[in-house]
């Protein structure tokens, strides 16, 4: 009887909420990397509105062009040139990089140095940022795989490392996987730090990247190898920023539609209000074939 009561007085207790929620202005968003032995590649484009439709002539129309783009590693600085490439799927990406047709633009990563990325736009508004290609400090030592335990697909594989972490903090990575001849993806989680691994080697299972693009219909295959596949690691370490960015992205990915998950701001290094972020990869790369 009381329970009955007090369901009763909350639900007389409930109240409409009108959330009034205005366009804003978009920004720029900067998704910009520089790896070692490659020139940097920038891809810039504007922002959304929460509850703005996407489709793919919405999203063709968010990339920026027309911008003026410059690295400097502090002693050479280059112009970047706009390209565009279509996909499989027949949409077109635009970016910024080097033109291998003039080789005073061409500047490619080093590892143990720091960038620094200027962007002016066609409207004149200006932004910076700064990344570092740290040393390769953290190494991935070795690459095995295991059947899946308990799994109804005997094709699906787990797939672990080795891992060496040297002594002394601050030590950040990422990782990225490709199956056969595919793209770089990656999991869920990609961004780590080394608080609990300082000074070790270690063994860990880790998980397979994925396309957050692509919606899937078995979403149980997500995280696994098969048999047969040829896998590639890159295994990157990255400095404190770039894994700032990429955790609290994470995080806000993960935590999309989940109404108990706490708010988290991305933490981004591109100055000027822009979203985004430049970041530099210190990229090792194994190989492993699984048999059939």
Excluded at 7 to 32: R, W
Excluded at 63 to 72: D, N
Excluded at 214 to 221: G, M, S
Aim: with cysteine; net charge negative.
């Amino acid at each position: 009887m009381w329970l009955l009561l007090l369901v009763s007085f909350l639900a007389g207790c409930e109240k409409n909420i009108t959330l009034n929620l205005h366009n804003q202005n978009p920004v720029l968003v900067v998704d910009a990397e520089i790896e070692n032995g490659q020139p940097p590649v920038v891809v810039l484009s504007a922002s959304l509105n929460y509850f703005s439709t996407i489709s793919p002539s919405e999203l063709a129309a968010t990339f920026v062009h027309g911008a003026h783009i410059t690295v400097s590693n502090g002693s050479t600085t280059v112009v970047l040139k706009e390209f565009s490439n279509t996909d499989s799927s027949g949409f077109k990406v635009y970016y910024y990089t080097a033109n291998e047709g003039n080789p005073d633009s061409v500047l490619l990563g080093q590892l143990n140095r720091q960038y620094t990325l200027s962007i002016t736009t066609a409207d004149g508004q200006n932004y910076t940022s700064t990344t570092t290609i740290p040393p390769l400090a953290k190494t991935l030592d070795s690459l095995w795989w295991k059947p899946a335990p308990d799994n109804p697909d005997t094709s699906r594989c787990v797939m672990f490392g080795q891992f060496t972490d040297p002594k002394g903090y601050g030590n950040y990575i990422r990782y990225f996987t490709k199956v056969n001849s595919g793209p770089y993806l990656t999991a869920s989680n990609s961004a780590f730090d080394d608080e609990f691994t300082d000074g070790q080697t270690y063994s860990l299972q880790f998980d397979m990247g994925y396309d957050r693009n692509v919606v899937t219909k078995n979403n149980d295959d997500i995280g696994f190898a098969h048999r047969g596949d040829t896998v590639t690691v890159k295994f990157c370490n990255i400095d404190k920023a770039s894994y700032d960015f990429w955790r609290t992205w994470e995080f806000a990915y993960q935590s999309t539609n989940n109404p108990f998950s706490s708010p988290v701001k991305v933490s981004g290094n591109v100055s000027n209000g822009a979203l985004g972020a430049f970041c530099g990869y210190a990229a090792e790369y194994k190989t492993i074939i699984i048999p059939k």
